[in-house]
């Protein structure tokens, strides 16, 4: 019997065998279809509340049913059959497996959980469940200084530096950098070079009471198989304007010995910062040296680093006793979405479009070669344009200083390649040559 019979033929209406007869109300078809005794509908009820254990495939199966009611096409496996079952389920011989209701289907098994996502330091946001071996993960400013604990795996980071997508708070966190000869790695995952002019101030970042330039100036690479002309910076400097209005000046030079951070402001005199003093504070402007040859530059919307090291093969005349910079910043709100949209160099790449553009980038060749990418492609205008008339200037044609207000570039007008931006660089990636690693 199915125990669909009773809802196509009531029990109550299809009864002709009951004392006193039920009127003969069955509707039509049903004496062919569920022309059964009062015995069969009782036998079904009782199918019906049979507990899992006789019936779930991991335990009885329905193999206790006698063969009558179990059929010749009973797809039951019973190798391995529990005797207890004939037993247990002796009540349930007679039953059928179409009168007996099985409980829903489970559920599908959940997706897998989304890796999670992590900034490495001076690179890019990586899936937590991909990321390149001895990686040192970022976990803020504090895990670039010399020293500082090497976190390789995200379930050690704290919590609010693993993040859920790439795109987003990843990315904006995740510092973006220039370095070396120089090498930029810019928000959204763009990747360019820029070799700039010897001896000149470039703007890397106009915002809103905020600019960041450095000083570009020639320089020779020597690495073990390759000597390239190229230039490096020699020094960086911010103009910040404070939440009063006060405007703070910081100049950090690349020299190999006892590097300090100047700090100046009109009608105070100079201040050095130096490693181990406490912050200076002027405001919402904080400048402190992290270590001997780390600074960092931190207001209320921005945190900047700069760094000094040694040229690779520092053995070689060529580079002996030189230093190199790198900067790096970070927002600390959504520059995307600025109403004063950043610009320089390196800053217009916060343009709220989620898409990665990549300049020009100069190609490694054995021997000797000259730099001469400017990030063609992956800038509005020229690189003449990024030019600054002195090292604390803001003014400049894409300056944002004083802005209360401008536009975010337009990326479409822009010749570099272009991508969706999924896995964000925003950081220095290491070039190796040979057995060198330069990071760069």
Same mark, same amino acid.
């Given at each position: 019997?199915?125990?669909?019979?009773?809802?196509?033929?009531?029990?109550?209406?299809?009864?002709?065998?009951?004392?006193?007869?039920?009127?003969? %109300?069955?509707?039509?078809?049903?004496?062919?279809?569920?022309?059964?005794?009062?015995?069969?509908?009782?036998?079904?009820?009782?199918?019906?509340?049979?507990?899992?254990?006789?019936?779930?495939?991991?335990?009885?199966?329905?193999?206790?049913?006698?063969?009558?009611?179990?059929?010749?096409?009973?797809?039951?496996?019973?190798?391995?059959?529990?005797? %207890?079952?004939?037993?247990?389920?002796?009540?349930?011989?007679?039953?059928?497996?179409?009168?007996?209701?099985?409980?829903?289907?489970?559920?599908?098994?959940?997706?897998?959980?989304?890796?999670?996502?992590?900034?490495?330091?001076?690179?890019?946001?990586?899936?937590?469940?991909?990321?390149?071996?001895?990686?040192?993960?970022?976990?803020?400013?504090? %895990?670039?200084?010399?020293?500082?604990?090497?976190?390789?795996?995200?379930?050690?980071?704290?919590?609010?530096?693993?993040?859920?997508?790439?795109?987003?708070?990843?990315?904006?966190?995740?510092?973006?950098?220039?370095?070396?000869?120089?090498?930029?790695?810019?928000?959204?995952?763009?990747?360019?070079?820029?070799?700039?002019?010897?001896?000149?101030?470039?703007?890397?970042?106009?915002?809103?009471?905020?600019?960041?330039?450095?000083?570009?100036?020639? %320089?020779?690479?020597?690495w073990a198989k390759r000597l390239?002309?190229?230039?490096?910076?020699?020094?960086?400097?911010?103009?910040?304007?404070?939440?009063?209005?006060?405007?703070?000046?910081?100049?950090?030079?690349?020299?190999?010995?006892?590097?300090?951070?100047?700090?100046?402001?009109?009608?105070?005199?100079?201040?050095?910062?130096?490693?181990?003093?406490?912050?200076?504070?002027?405001?919402?402007?904080?400048?402190?040296?992290?270590?001997?040859?780390?600074?960092?530059?931190?207001?209320?919307?921005?945190?900047?680093?700069?760094?000094?090291?040694?040229?690779?093969?520092?053995?070689?005349?060529?580079?002996?006793?030189?230093?190199?910079?790198?900067?790096?910043?970070?927002?600390?709100?959504?520059?995307?979405?600025?109403?004063?949209?950043?610009?320089?160099?390196?800053?217009?790449?916060?343009?709220?479009?989620?898409?990665?553009?990549?300049?020009?980038?100069?190609?490694?060749?054995?021997?000797e070669s000259t730099t001469a990418?400017?990030?063609?492609?992956?800038?509005?205008?020229?690189?003449?344009?990024?030019?600054?008339?002195?090292?604390?200037?803001?003014?400049?044609?894409?300056?944002?200083?004083?802005?209360?207000?401008?536009?975010?570039?337009?990326?479409?007008?822009?010749?570099?390649?272009?991508?969706?931006?999924?896995?964000?660089?925003?950081?220095?990636?290491?070039?190796?040559?040979?057995?060198?690693?330069?990071?760069?």
């Amino acid at each position: 019997m199915d125990n669909n019979c009773d809802a196509d033929c009531p029990k109550a209406n299809c009864r002709p065998y009951a004392d006193p007869p039920t009127p003969p %109300s069955c509707p039509s078809g049903c004496g062919d279809k569920c022309g059964f005794t009062e015995d069969n509908y009782d036998t079904c009820e009782l199918c019906a509340s049979m507990t899992p254990f006789c019936k779930d495939a991991d335990k009885c199966n329905f193999c206790f049913l006698s063969p009558g009611a179990k059929g010749p096409d009973d797809p039951a496996n019973c190798d391995g059959y529990d005797a %207890s079952c004939d037993t247990t389920c002796a009540a349930f011989v007679k039953c059928s497996r179409g009168c007996v209701p099985m409980p829903p289907p489970p559920p599908p098994p959940p997706s897998p959980p989304r890796c999670p996502y992590a900034c490495i330091i001076y690179n890019r946001c990586h899936s937590c469940c991909d990321l390149p071996i001895g990686a040192c993960l970022y976990w803020g400013e504090a %895990s670039k200084t010399p020293g500082a604990e090497c976190i390789k795996d995200c379930d050690d980071l704290p919590p609010e530096w693993v993040f859920e997508k790439a795109w987003g708070q990843c990315s904006s966190l995740c510092p973006v950098s220039a370095s070396k000869d120089p090498h930029l790695h810019l928000p959204h995952g763009g990747r360019a070079d820029f070799r700039g002019k010897d001896n000149t101030i470039f703007n890397l970042l106009t915002a809103r009471d905020v600019a960041l330039n450095v000083r570009f100036e020639e %320089s020779d690479f020597s690495w073990a198989k390759r000597l390239v002309h190229g230039t490096k910076m020699g020094a960086a400097y911010w103009a910040l304007r404070t939440g009063s209005g006060k405007v703070v000046t910081v100049e950090f030079q690349a020299v190999k010995f006892d590097p300090v951070a100047i700090v100046r402001e009109q009608g105070h005199r100079d201040v050095e910062v130096r490693p181990g003093q406490p912050a200076l504070v002027v405001d919402d402007v904080q400048v402190a040296m992290l270590s001997p040859k780390a600074l960092t530059v931190v207001n209320k919307k921005w945190r900047f680093s700069a760094s000094t090291s040694p040229y690779p093969f520092g053995k070689k005349n060529v580079n002996k006793d030189k230093v190199l910079l790198d900067v790096s910043f970070q927002p600390l709100y959504d520059a995307d979405a600025d109403v004063v949209g950043p610009h320089g160099i390196i800053g217009q790449a916060y343009d709220g479009d989620k898409m990665a553009v990549d300049g020009k980038v100069d190609g490694e060749r054995v021997g000797e070669s000259t730099t001469a990418a400017q990030a063609e492609g992956a800038i509005e205008g020229s690189w003449e344009d990024y030019i600054v008339k002195s090292p604390f200037a803001t003014d400049f044609k894409y300056s944002r200083f004083d802005a209360t207000a401008a536009p975010h570039r337009d990326v479409s007008k822009l010749g570099g390649a272009k991508r969706a931006a999924t896995a964000m660089v925003a950081g220095a990636k290491d070039v190796k040559d040979g057995s060198a690693t330069l990071a760069a």
